[in-house]
């Protein structure tokens, strides 16, 4: 036997696929329906969390695992709001994997939940990749981000089953064009929902939250 | 011999380094200095390269490598700039790597050039991880991505050597606290110099076109 020291590669898809496939085992059985929510750094994925947990508070029972590479406060912001939350935090790597989520849900008081909605790593790109045992993954995109976005970074907005667009109360201020931006998500997901929402002046957030409801109801 | 299959991991990140290293050398040989300007996707680093070449062209020529996951529509605006402009796909990859950066620059007419901009993959994460060859990396980060996101994305803004504050003409419409993000970015890394701009209403630029030519000047 020679002494030169081979490197291993381990499956690590292969690995993640195995949780995955557990968690959505084990979300099944409970009848708790799982987002994924994806979208930039700063795109408003927590303050449009904040907003749902108002909305939904005495229709759906929902709790949040905040993924972060670093920090506690976007878990701190939901904490707030008295809906169970984990802070998910990577130390250093750019998406969530299926092993974290896995055992943060068994954490949760799991028979009390109608739906988890999982705030990815704020980034356009790898949590994309990364099948976690979720429904769905759902895109998150700023106006201040531009209409290009969708072209830019097709993986996602492929893989995603529904697109919030936020911050449109920034629309007066910028040279956003919200025709062309769908124009774009329409050409690499045709038929995807689309809501243009803004959090601060609370408009669009009906048609949203309506399609969760009817997407969770039991 | 046995048929069984082992997976060969190669040791991707030396392999980088060589190139990186590679191309630190040819950078100094011909005396160009390379900055890498690293960013969310929408942070505005396009914009900024467009004003930054009508403010530099008479003083410091310059070339730009515009890193994409898809499309050319980057590289299309700051052609039409006319400066010298490579557009690097990475098909799904969420970085720049030292190897395309050093065959691309090979490729420029290099001989004329003072100055290299990288403009990575928007992405706060990953880019961050790769030494490409560059002299040093620049975060630029815009006020709708909130304050606290140089504390929730460490690596890079410790790494980073100036970070650029884009698209200040929205302060009077957001709730951004420019001296709570400015604190934020002391607390990690205590000496960095930060350069607040509005490419829009030309505010900042000369403080940081400025520091850029003094970097940069033979």
């Known amino acids: 036997m020679s002494n030169k020291k081979i490197k291993v590669y381990r499956d690590l898809m ?7 496939t557990k968690t959505r085992e084990l979300l099944k059985n409970k009848n708790i329906s799982m987002y994924n929510f994806i979208g930039s750094p700063g795109a408003g994925k927590t303050s449009l969390l904040e907003k749902l947990s108002d909305l ?3 229709t759906i029972n929902f709790a949040v695992l905040e993924g972060d590479i670093a920090t506690t406060k976007d878990a701190e912001r939901l904490d707030n709001k008295n809906i169970p939350v984990s802070q998910l935090l990577t ?3 750019c998406h969530l994997e299926a092993k974290l989520i896995h055992y943060a849900l068994l954490d949760f008081p799991i028979d ?6 999982i705030e990815n790593v704020g980034n356009l790109v790898c949590p ?13 995109l700023s106006v201040t981000e531009g209409e290009e976005k969708p072209l830019k970074y097709p993986l ?3 893989e995603a089953k529904a697109i919030v667009v936020t911050k449109t109360d920034l ?3 910028i040279p956003f064009d919200m025709n062309l931006c769908i124009d774009n998500i329409k050409k690499i997901n045709p038929n995807i929902p ?5 959090v601060v002046h609370n408009t669009g957030m009906s048609e949203w939250v309506y399609w969760l409801k009817e997407l969770t109801k039991k």
């Open 171 to 173: 629309l007066p201020h």
């Open 194 to 198: 689309i809501f243009p929402v803004s």
């Open 91 to 93: 130390n250093g790597s």
């Open 128 to 140: 994309a990749e990364f099948d976690v045992g979720e429904d769905l993954k759902i895109a998150v």
């Open 156 to 158: 996602l907005f492929t």
């Open 56 to 58: 939904l508070k005495d």
């Open 112 to 117: 009390t939940l109608d739906m988890v909605i």
């Open 14 to 20: 292969g690995e993640n696929q195995k949780w995955a």
